[in-house]
């Protein structure tokens, strides 16, 4: 009972992490953020009050001939409604972190990686569970599966600093101005730059992620001015 109170903050969570990831609006609304929990909120209660109702686990029983004392869960409609509740709300926020990334510059896709797997590998643990499809009866492998999930995480931290570059959607007003742009961080990195900008500096890479020094090596005079600005 006690995972019920964790377990289905999940798909909430993860929906609303994708939606600011996008730099959707959407992220913002206090209406949408209080009735993704309402779903959860109630799905606990009937876990808590479950001996009343048996809505949430038909019956628990141990596994005969198991010698790691598992039971099984015969799930009833409250869980099973929570678990197609976050599955669809894992999908929906996988999609709008996938479709930030491929409108952006090329080192988002390596955040997109790392994020969707990371979500993924639990939510195939879990489903896996639910529909008794795991190799032992009655074994969760969504655990294990979320330490796979932060070793991505860890990869995206490290490999395409995940949590200090935030994409910006690169519309088509950006990429049709006549003006070279350039857009950095606060670390200095460079976050995008327009077509302008990249036949400007003679830039035929991509160069998103890299220190705006080293980019703008070739015009210290431009990367003065630009400190100058700040």
Known sequence: ??????????????????????????????????????????????????EFHHLAWVTVSPLPGNPWGLVRYEHGPAVLCLAVYSYALMIVGSAYIINTAYRSAK???????????????????????????????GFDLAPFAFTVSGLCLVWGAFRTHLFQIT????????????????????????????PAAAKLLGIERDVAGLPTASVLAPWNVIEDTLRGVK
């Open 107 to 137: 080192l988002y896709r390596g955040q997109m990686a790392a994020l969707v797997l990371g979500a993924v590998l639990p939510l195939i643990g879990n489903i896996l569970y639910v529909t008794r499809l795991t190799p032992i009866q």
């Open 1 to 50: 009972k006690v995972q019920y109170l964790s377990f289905p903050n999940a798909g909430p969570l993860w929906l609303l992490f994708a939606l600011n990831y996008a730099q959707h609006t959407d992220a913002k609304r206090t209406n949408l953020i209080r009735a993704l929990w309402i779903i959860p909120a109630l799905t606990a209660l009937l876990v808590w009050t479950n």
């Open 167 to 194: 994409p910006v959607v690169y519309d088509a007003v950006l990429s049709s101005m006549s003006e070279g742009v350039l857009i950095e961080d606060t670390s200095a990195r460079v976050i995008d730059l327009n």
